[in-house]
């Protein structure tokens, strides 16, 4: 900008101002549908491993506690 002229030229920096609020919007465009679809495939990620568990747990207390049974109280 210096080489234009000695303050510098208005429609050189508004060019530059302009190319940089177009990349910043196309940024925006990718970034927030990304992150949006980050955090709802890590939440049902999350949720099929809180199931995951829940059935695994349940198998194990089948297994060791008898055929079918889900509670404690139960065999007593």
């Known amino acids: ?6 303050l510098g030229s208005p429609s050189m920096l508004a060019d530059g101002i302009s190319q940089a609020l177009v990349t ?12 949006a679809l980050y955090h709802y495939f890590r939440n049902r990620t999350t949720q099929f491993a809180l199931s995951l568990d ?15 049974t889900t509670d404690v109280r139960k065999t007593r």
Request: aromatic share 6%.
């Open 1 to 6: 900008m210096a080489i234009a002229d000695e």
């Open 24 to 35: 910043t919007a196309m940024g925006l465009v990718v970034a927030v549908p990304a992150l």
């Open 54 to 68: 829940e059935e695994v747990s349940e198998l194990i207390r089948r297994w060791f506690l008898g055929k079918g």
